[in-house]
């Protein structure tokens, strides 16, 4: 499986500003996603990021919101943009399997907290 | 709508013994399962998958069952370890390469 990081591993933000998460990967992968997961709650899909295309966003996701890159096979970022409180999360990368592309691999997370 | 349901949030065991975690879907149309398990502070781990064209896929301890009638599976770990204390995630997909859909966790605990 691929080897991902993440960046930072966790911040503390004020409310009204923004972050950028950082996903790096070890091996060209198509498709990167983006999820959420919210305190006591399920890992949540954010977007689907392709080299060279606009993301596809989710149902209750907006790229105002949550502007992604992707300007290679190997690296995604995520903004957290004008943040609130409810922003606070654990955000998540994952990219597909090599092999089997239904399987997916994540990284180890960027844990916000919004103050 | 709460695709994928996981309707035990915990689950205690002793050590040696069984763990079955259940989860339950919805969505008929999907067509590939799989278990992650996650550390605190860490992202979840790929464990286990089946297609929906089986009904039974085993790795080591881990066994998961697939009862497309019933749109239920579950994960066997056996023997249960202290090491396996974790919360376990089952999630959906339908389409190659498309979205997965998480249950909501399974706070696993094995007891020495």
């Known amino acids: 499986s691929a080897v991902i990081s993440q960046k930072p591993s966790r911040d503390i933000c004020q409310r009204g500003t923004s972050l950028t998460i950082q996903c790096q990967v070890d091996?060209?992968?198509?498709?990167m996603f983006w999820y959420r997961q919210q305190p006591g709650q399920s890992l949540t899909l954010i977007a689907t990021?392709?080299?060279?295309?606009?993301?596809?966003?989710e149902s209750g996701f907006v790229i105002d919101k949550f502007p992604i890159s992707r300007p290679n096979l190997t690296f995604s970022t995520l903004t957290v943009s004008n943040m609130s409180p409810e922003d606070s999360s654990i955000y998540l990368c994952?990219?597909?399997?090599?092999?089997?592309?239904?399987?997916?691999?994540f990284g180890p997370g960027t844990r916000l907290l919004v103050l | 709508d709460q695709q994928v349901k996981q309707n035990s949030p915990s689950l205690s065991v002793q050590e040696g013994r069984i763990s079955i975690l259940n989860c339950d879907y919805t969505?008929?149309?999907?067509?590939?399962f799989l278990w992650y398990k996650k550390y605190p502070a860490e992202g979840p781990t790929f464990l286990i998958s089946?297609?929906?064209?089986?009904d039974k896929n085993e790795d080591g301890r881990f066994t998961v069952f697939l009862n497309k009638s019933a749109k239920h599976l579950s994960l066997h770990i056996v023997p249960s370890q202290p090491g396996d204390s974790a919360v376990y995630f089952c999630?959906?997909?339908?389409?190659?390469?498309?979205?997965?859909?998480f249950g909501q966790g399974t706070e696993l605990s094995v007891k020495p």
């Open positions: 969505n008929s149309m999907f067509d590939y």
């Open positions: 089946i297609s929906s064209i089986k």
């Open positions: 990021a392709n080299q060279g295309s606009e993301a596809t966003y």
């Open positions: 091996s060209q992968v198509t498709m």
């Open positions: 999630a959906a997909t339908r389409d190659q390469g498309g979205k997965l859909i």
């Open positions: 994952s990219v597909e399997g090599a092999v089997t592309q239904e399987t997916q691999y």
